[in-house]
């Protein structure tokens, strides 16, 4: 079985500052690694994907987000977030013999002004 | 891109009736529709995986009668809670695969309040 896990509930941050939100994981098999982005009354938008290649994955708006398999994490990070980054993050693995999404509990990033 | 469609984007019912809830993938084939649940300020909880053609996958403790799943077409899978009660209010959301690819597209979820 597999299980997500986002210690952070709500990440309260100043425009313009770095933000790291937390994903740990656990998985008896190899998995595909997700962050999804939920704003407001929305659905949820795919944010970036680690699939194979370089632990390092981008996001066309900043985000970044490394694998690293010795720590089963897949931590979410930004160096200078704006108001709209204002939203729910879910972290979510997939194992890669599935198409079932396993999810966190979300991270609420709020981004003050 | 991929969209998926959800229709209601709200219901409010009363208890004891049964509400539907369809999902359209907009510009693509799935021929995998998966729905969620999400109560407020947690997860989302995999209900079932629906298959165009076939029956679908309920998860461990969702009730397959209770939650009757329809997937008659490569653009439409639709969700009918039966006999409706409070307890089932809740944030539903359904997504699907596009053929071949790893990536779920989202529906923008459907808000059902049993009264």
């Known amino acids: 079985a597999q299980s997500v896990t986002q210690l952070d509930s709500q990440v309260p941050v100043f425009e313009e500052a770095p933000v790291e939100l937390r994903c740990n994981y656990s998985s008896s098999v190899s998995v595909y690694l997700f962050w999804y982005v939920q704003y407001p009354n929305q659905g949820l938008q795919l944010l970036l994907k680690y699939l194979s290649g370089s632990t390092l994955v981008e996001s066309i708006n900043g985000f970044e987000a490394e694998f690293n398999k010795s720590q089963t994490s897949f931590h979410l990070r930004k160096p200078s977030v704006h108001i709209s980054d204002t939203a729910e993050y879910f972290c979510?693995?997939?194992?890669?013999?599935?198409?079932?999404?396993?999810f966190g509990t979300g991270t609420r990033l709020q981004v003050f002004p | 891109g991929a969209v998926v469609s959800q229709h209601p984007s709200r219901v409010i019912c009363k208890s004891g009736t049964s509400v539907k809830i369809e999902c359209r993938s907009l510009d693509f084939q799935a021929t995998t529709m998966f729905w969620y649940r999400q109560f407020p300020k947690q997860s989302l909880m995999l209900m079932a995986t629906s298959n165009e053609g076939s029956k679908a996958t309920y998860e461990q403790g969702v009730e397959k009668d209770k939650f009757l799943i329809n997937h008659a077409s490569l653009t439409l899978s639709t969700l009918t809670v039966t006999s409706a009660h409070p307890e089932d209010s809740s944030f539903y959301i359904c997504?699907?695969?596009?053929?071949?690819?790893?990536?779920?597209?989202f529906g923008p979820g459907t808000r059902l309040t049993v009264t």
């Open positions: 997504s699907a695969n596009d053929a071949g690819s790893y990536e779920q597209y």
């Open positions: 979510a693995v997939s194992p890669t013999n599935t198409d079932k999404l396993i």
